[in-house]
């Protein structure tokens, strides 16, 4: 045997056992990943669920989603657009509810404050006819140091409530960009606050993610993007699967109904 066929062999032994190495590491990091995937006692739920949302679930009837927002709803930092948390959202209810129809549009603008999106309702949310309105702010606005805009974030969600749609607000991340500046508190409050009084529900993102440092000891780096402000493909999946699980809580998928070909007469 050549001392040049030896290295070869050697080199692709070398390059098999490191492959099984990083598949062995890999299968180990996504089950850590699939644990890790909670949120704090009380969170998991929506104080005001989409009612009317469910009862369609119940009766079988398609559900369609508008999840408005900045670049969190876009997907910034996701891997792909089907990584984004609009996406892995209609996967998990897909899979959660054999059989019916769901659609979840993407009407995330990256950078966005909430007058912006507000000025986009009637063309991006209400002209669409969705069930549910999925609202997720607060960000850019705490990134420029500008106050929370209480009163025009409560006109917004009155103006979605009249047009017939129910409505979840969804909360900043968690992040280190965000939480350095000063007013993360007031922007979390008056979110939580508007959901409380305008009776629709919170997804509190801030407190699940904030949930995965304190109580998993998750690092930041294992659930946002490197900028340490987007999130990345495994925390949106997690938030998709989160927000599917309060959105069709309690609710089962409708029966399938069997259709019996009558006997042939003899």
Partial sequence: MSSRYSLGAAGAALSLALALA??????AVHAQDAKLCTAPPGIDALEHPPMHVRERIAKGLPLKIIAIGSSSTFGSGASSPANSYPSRLEAELKVKLPGLPVTVLNKGIGGEEANQMVARFDADVIDESPDLVLWQLGSNSVLKDHPAPAQLIRDGVERLKA????????????APKIISRPGIGQSVDVITATAHDEEVGLFDRFSTMRHWVDNEHMAFEQF????????????YACIAKLLASAIADGV???AATATIAPAAKR
């Fill in 22 to 27: 990083a598949f062995g590491t890999s299968s």
């Fill in 163 to 174: 047009s017939g749609t129910e409505l979840i607000l969804i909360n900043p991340q968690y």
């Fill in 224 to 235: 946002l993007s490197p900028d340490l402000l987007h999130m990345n493909d495994w925390s």
């Fill in 252 to 254: 089962k998928p409708p």
